[in-house]
T-cell receptor
Framework: GQNIDQPTEMTATEGAIVQINCTYQ??????LFWYQQHAGEAPTFLSYNVLDGLEEKGRFSSFLSRSKGYSYLLLKELQMKDSASYLCAVSGGYNKLIFGAGTRLAVHP | DSGVTQTPKHLITATGQRVTLRCSPRSGDLSVYWYQQSLDQGLQFLIQYYNGEERAKGNILERFSAQQFPDLHSELNLSSLELGDSALYFC????????????FGPGTRLTVT
């Protein structure tokens, strides 16, 4: 079967750092994606990991451990506009994405 | 703006009816994916087309069908609509080869009354 788990909700303070974890069990693996989605809007691509290790892109970093079926998204210097849902997705056969339920992040002043 | 377009933006219809949602992928992308997002559920993969051919199927109901045309735009047809079909329907596209990231259109919000 296929299963992706991530926390339902998280809160953080403006300027702080937050780590959103994702664990997965899938039958195929072509990479792990993180997307950001504001309410009622389209998901927007944040990061992609296919090899173990850390990928850094500005204030956002993403980590992957394939042997542990584990990833995290690290957001630094949080801003109010970072309040959104963060979706972890695994790419399986033929590149179809299996999404987790998403983590709703609330950033407070 | 991802470059993926979807029409219409909103659609309100009655139970039992049939609707067609349209998607145009980014220029150069050959793959089109359809997803459903209900209020109480995450993004659910429905179906994928690659260059006109069906490539992968998810939990798509038999009442739903899709196709991709020679100009690579795609249509998702929903028939015998039920209240539970009310959701946001997203189309995404990706380039051939490469890292396979998918770029999402703005979505069509379907309300079945």
């Amino acid at each position: 079967g296929q299963n992706i788990d991530q926390p339902t909700e998280m809160t953080a303070t403006e300027g702080a750092i937050v780590q959103i974890n994702c664990t997965y069990q899938t039958s195929g693996f072509n990479g792990l994606f993180w997307y950001q989605q504001h309410a009622g809007e389209a998901p927007t691509f944040l990061s992609y990991n296919v090899l173990d290790g850390l990928e850094e892109k500005g204030r956002f970093s993403s980590f992957l451990s394939r042997s542990k079926g584990y990833s995290y998204l690290l957001l630094k210097e949080l801003q109010m506009k970072d309040s959104a849902s963060y979706l972890c997705a695994v790419s399986g056969g033929y590149n179809k994405l299996i999404f987790g339920a998403g983590t709703r992040l609330a950033v407070h002043p | 703006d991802s470059g993926v377009t979807q029409t219409p933006k909103h659609l309100i219809t009655a139970t039992g009816q049939r609707v067609t949602l349209r998607c145009s992928p980014r220029s150069g992308d050959l793959s089109v994916y359809w997803y459903q997002q209900s209020l109480d559920q995450g993004l659910q993969f429905l179906i994928q087309y690659y260059n006109g051919e069906e490539r992968a199927k998810g939990n798509i109901l038999e009442r739903f069908s899709a196709q991709q045309f020679p100009d690579l735009h795609s249509e998702l047809n929903l028939s015998s609509l039920e209240l539970g079909d009310s959701a946001l329907y997203f189309c995404a596209s990706s380039a051939p080869g490469g890292r396979y990231e998918q770029y999402f259109g703005p979505g069509t919000r379907l309300t079945v009354t």
